[in-house]
């Protein structure tokens, strides 16, 4: 209880704080959202196996770069993910267990010492508490697919609330013309502990002057504060991770954590003069834990239709 107090204090300073210091008031900047299914990438149902990633924006008026000052731009975050074992009415004794997880967070976005930098927490809510066990048998029994077996239901990761905290400082640099590169570290600490290093590459011009926020399990990077350029963009990015601790693989259980966590992507944005926005991406996922039998490939979608 004492974290969760820490957790909301720290939330309520982000609130109040940045009022007092930014004389413009904050308006709406920009909504992005993220769709990640495995069945949309190796056409498996197993381990990270869907997640939403939501993100809306508020702040001064957007020029087309971040703010100097913390707490001018705040991000609402809503993350909620499915991790399952590779089969889900009769998992293997040694396979990870299921897990649903949903964030609430708030986050800070500025530049400072020539570097992009994410500063936030999240309240992370797993168990049946989420209530994800019974959402994704809904969608498994009007679209196909296996429901939630009474094996996995009882092994799943119990209720609990993991005040987390995450940190990311990055830089763009410009290649010439319309490539970029953009290296990145990110820190996490809660319901899950690790230290990220990696880098991500943009051909195109289709992405000048958004923002973009980075999905927690793919590490792909979604439009939010968007621009009204048509044409597409092209991204290729990886990352690899150390994890200390994980409470969706717990130690107490005997997991043994992989030495590296491992992520490669690739994608694609594209943007109409209509308005009209889409992006697919598809990312190879290392495996997680020893005992996990292979890596797996999932894919990310946004779709947006003006009317």
Known sequence: MRLIAAASLAFAILLTVPATAVAEPRVKLGYGRLITNDY????????????????????????GAL?????????????????????????????????????????????????????????????PQAGLDGLQDFIHDNFGGQGVGA????????????????????????????????????????????????????????????LLMRDPVTGQRYRTVQNDLPGYAFVLGADTAYVDDSAYLPSSDGYRLSDARNRVRAGVHYGARAGHRAFYGLTWLDREFKGQAESQIVGSVRLHIEF
């Not at 293997?92 to 964030?103: F, I, L, Q």
Request: glycine share 14%.
């Open 40 to 63: 949309i990438g190796d056409g498996h149902d197993r381990w990270r196996t869907g997640s939403v990633a939501s993100s809306r924006v508020w702040g001064p008026e957007w020029d």
């Open 67 to 127: 703010p100097t000052g913390f707490g001018q731009l705040l991000e609402l975050r809503f993350n909620a993910q499915i991790i399952a074992p590779q089969d889900l009415n009769a998992p293997a004794p040694r396979d990870r267990r299921y897990v649903g997880s949903v964030a609430l967070g708030l986050h800070t976005h500025y530049t400072a010492l020539g570097s992009e930098l994410s500063l936030g927490g999240d309240l992370v809510f797993t168990g």
């Open 151 to 210: 094996a996995a239901r009882r092994r799943q990761i119990g209720d609990d609330v993991h005040p987390t905290a995450v940190v990311e400082m990055g830089r763009t640099i410009s290649l010439g013309g319309a490539a970029k590169l953009r290296p990145f570290a990110e820190a996490r600490a809660g319901v899950e502990t690790l230290a990220r290093v990696g880098a991500d590459f943009t051909f195109g011009d289709a992405l000048a002057g958004e």
